[in-house]
């Protein structure tokens, strides 16, 4: 699989100023109470959200510390670690979070030995369990961290702080050495929690995604009427994880103002077998080309039927056999 695909690594600081200071406390706040923007965490006593590796493990502690470790132009420096959510699915559960950890504290160390920062950096980080919005593949488990690093660093050799910095030009680009450290540590952490054969498993998920995709390449199913245009789409299915599958349809969508339509798949039930995803799916488009919609819109059609075929479980549907675990329709109408 492409490296740059497997983990996300950005980096943004905030100034010493006024306001950059008051944004600085909210921030913190936001990221102790939220795991995202509507998933408000409840705080239990004796248990702190924020990792401690120098700065503090509260709200209070960090703002003070970075208060105290700021430079002339920087207040606080803010990463995050946003592994592949196709990655993390293929992780168990209850140790993900254990993974994104790990994956925090060694790429950091790694990092700031490849800058020779030998006396180490203060840091403080937290652990966020949302779950993904992306269009074609909703509600995935994909936990990350933020981190918060000072706007200083010990220096040993003048025996005082100095400005931390990030770099990006032609001589030395930190940015690029970050995404490095942390592409290599993904890797290795991959291999022992998944097992050397991590990246084959992926590359086949991917490969059948791109086969299912295929079917955009055949006649369109129908046509979805929007304002008076005829817009086709495809009934098909996509692969969520290894284990799971999507049907839904394909049909062109402008994913940005100004951008080219892309064709993309939005689900309409997931946490499918395969093979019964690919069974159903089959007959569908069997019954879109043979059917004759008159004044319907063939798409509300198609997605109608998929609802009542998986509530009524329809008799000439093989259902998944009895070591799957029970379907979930999960409709996105």
Partial sequence: MDRKQMCIANVKYKKPTADDSK??????RY???????DDYVKQVSGVERWV?????????????????????????????????????AMI??????????????????????????????????????????????PGQHDPHTHVILPGTIWDEEV???????????????????????????????????IGLDWEQRVDALFDLREQQAEVTKTEAHGEHLVNGQAIRFWCGLRQVDEDNCAIGYYMPFI??????????????ATGLQTDYAQTLSSKLRSMMQAEDFGEADPLLVYIETVRMLLEDEREDIAPPNENTPSVTPDFDL
């Avoid at 944004?23 to 913190?28: D, M, S, V």
């Avoid at 590796?53 to 670690?81: A, K, M, N, P, Y």
């Avoid at 940005?256 to 798949?265: M, T």
Wanted: glycine share 4%.
């Fill in 52 to 88: 401690d590796r120098g700065l503090g493990s509260t709200v209070s502690e960090i703002v003070r510390t970075c208060d105290d470790f700021r430079s002339d132009h920087v207040l606080v420096f803010t990463l995050v670690f946003n592994p592949n959510p196709s990655l993390v």
């Fill in 159 to 193: 025996g005082e702080r100095s400005d931390l910095f990030f770099s990006q030009n032609k001589k030395v680009n930190h940015i690029d050495m970050l995404h490095r450290a942390t592409e290599q540590n993904m890797e290795v952490l991959m291999e022992r929690y």
């Fill in 23 to 28: 944004r600085a406390k909210n921030l913190l």
């Fill in 31 to 37: 990221l102790t109470y939220r795991d995202g923007c």
């Fill in 255 to 268: 994913t940005e103002e100004g951008a080219v339509p892309e064709i993309q798949f939005r689900p309409l």
């Fill in 92 to 137: 168990p559960h209850d140790d993900r979070e254990q993974f994104v950890k790990e994956l925090t504290e060694s790429t950091l160390d790694d990092f700031f030995e490849a800058r020779d920062v030998d006396t180490g950096v203060e840091f403080s980080y937290v652990v966020h369990h949302r779950h993904t919005d992306d269009p074609q593949a």
